[in-house]
């Protein structure tokens, strides 16, 4: 993991992809994003609202440049690569061109994700099976999560189909992934309906003080007359967090074998014993930190009504709650968080709340309007704004580089002495060095960025990407 090349509270204006090029490697820990969906629709915010002005076209034509970015995939990512050949038999040439810009981008988000960093892609069902294996392409089919399904509105009624009233949020993480385990208040409902029992010390339920299987260890054997083993289980000790407040751990609990633990739950008076020689069960008390875990649909979040006081008007706008959860339950206070779609900048407003560090990515300089606006609502008059900026950072993580044209000779040797863009052998002093990705645009002097071009082919090129070049050509002729 590496220092980031970036301070908190930076937010870019123009296209995310050579932003992110310039982004060191490994130094985010919790990426979210919300991009175009391929939906085909034109979207604008209504006149008068914070976000007037704010307008995106989600409609996708294959160019030229997006042919030479699909052949480029090839090579970095030929999974990546296949899908979106087979999305073109399925869904033609828009499916194709969008997948080929998600692609590239999320390429870059591996890169600067952290080996415990976590990242979440919202969408809908227009195109989310096929973000889902590209997302599986890219980021390793191993590394899925969940599918989490958000109830975007109450009703939204088709005369001939079911009601389309859900988005879909595809969560991947790394390895050593942050979570923190988030609970929900529980209901009067629920509470009526699970905590019957009563004592002393309040509501309680009765849990299970056994796993299904059984054990070889201290787990499998008898405890106050009681055998697991014969009824096909084992002991399983509730964790720390299960216990009271008012429970009082002893010296060395942790060290303690199960039926040790065990008799210090029914000396504290935890256990639940039934009658007829039942396997006891454990106590769990309503208390406040009593809740039901975070799962995989989000109900409990409400949409943003035409009234709501986060309202901007901002077209696919998100509640700041949807945010919350997700920044609460994977990331910790001082992480990176990062949106390279920040759109109305409901993310970084999120992460500024919770103490996270933060920045994005936007086409429109009005992300930068909203996010000072809505960041001001909540800090007052000190804030003092974000960080603006519109060129790419340079990347840091590799060191000190030599000049890159010290590269020269070795660059000519492993492509003897042919030059890339012509494909025509030239003598050494005709060919010059040459970024595949301009500086301009997020590239480094890194070797791997480097190419030699022969002279003429390296003044047509330009400041342009070696993929804009090509298409530049492929169009000429």
């Known amino acids: 993991m590496t220092t980031p090349n970036f301070a908190s509270g930076t937010v870019w204006t123009g296209d995310n992809l050579p932003v992110m090029r310039g982004i060191n490697s490994a130094c985010i820990d919790l990426i979210y994003l919300d991009p175009p969906f391929n939906s085909n629709e034109d979207y604008a915010a209504p006149i008068g609202s914070q976000a007037a002005g704010a307008a995106f076209k989600d409609t996708w034509t294959l160019s030229d440049i997006d042919v030479y970015e699909h052949g480029e995939l090839a090579e970095r990512s030929p999974a990546a690569y296949a899908v979106i050949a087979a999305a073109r038999q399925t869904h033609g040439k828009s499916a194709m061109s969008y997948l080929i810009m998600m692609a590239v981008r999320l390429i870059e988000m591996r890169r600067i994700l952290k080996d415990t960093g976590s990242i979440y892609l919202h969408c809908d069902p227009t195109m989310s099976h096929y973000l889902k294996i590209l997302l599986d392409s890219v980021f390793g089919s191993a ?79 008898p405890w106050q007359g009681v055998d697991p083993t014969k009824r096909g289980r084992h002991w399983e000790v509730p964790p720390d967090r299960a216990m009271p407040d008012w429970f009082i751990f002893p010296k060395g609990y942790e060290k303690l074998s199960a039926q040790e633990r065990l008799d210090v739950l029914d000396q504290q008076g935890l256990i639940y014993w039934p009658k007829r020689g039942a396997i006891p069960r454990f106590k769990r008390y309503l208390t406040k930190k009593s809740g039901a875990p975070i799962n995989d649909m989000v109900l409990d979040i409400k949409p943003l009504s035409a009234k709501s006081r986060e309202k901007t008007g901002y077209p696919t706008q998100k ?60 800090r007052g008059a000190l804030w003092g704004g974000a960080i603006v900026l519109d060129k790419p950072p340079l990347r840091t993580d590799f060191g000190k580089l030599p000049n890159y044209r010290t590269h020269r000779h070795r ?18 002093k005709v060919m010059e060095v040459d ?7 997020g590239g480094s002097d890194h070797y791997e960025n480097l190419q030699l071009l022969c002279t003429h082919c390296n003044k047509s090129k330009g400041s342009k990407t070696m993929a804009e070049w090509r298409a530049m050509q492929s169009t000429a002729t």
């Not at 509470?191 to 009765?206: A, K, L």
């Not at 990331?331 to 994005?360: H, K, M, Y």
């Not at 002495?417 to 030239?426: E, I, L, N, R, Y």
């Open 319 to 378: 509640p700041l709650a949807l945010l919350e959860r997700i920044i609460e339950a994977s990331s910790n206070e001082g992480d990176i968080v990062f949106d390279p779609f920040c759109g109305c900048a409901t993310t970084l407003v999120a992460a500024d709340r919770l103490n996270r560090q933060w920045a994005g990515i936007d086409l429109s300089p009005l992300a930068v309007k909203l996010v000072d606006q809505r960041i001001r609502d909540d």
């Open 411 to 428: 660059l000519y040797g492993e492509q003897e002495g042919v030059c890339v863009g012509c494909d025509t052998h030239f003598p050494f």
């Open 435 to 441: 970024h595949i990705l301009p500086r301009s645009k």
């Open 143 to 221: 590394l899925f999560q969940n599918e989490v399904v958000w109830k975007r509105q109450s009703s939204h009624n088709r005369a001939k189909r079911w009601g389309p009233v859900h988005d879909t949020i595809l969560f991947y993480a790394k390895r050593g992934f942050t979570w923190n385990r988030l609970l929900l208040p529980l209901d009067k409902e629920y509470i009526d309906r699970f905590y019957r029992h009563s004592d002393d010390f309040g509501r309680y339920q009765v849990s299970d003080l056994t796993g299904p299987g059984t054990r070889a260890g201290d787990t499998g054997k």
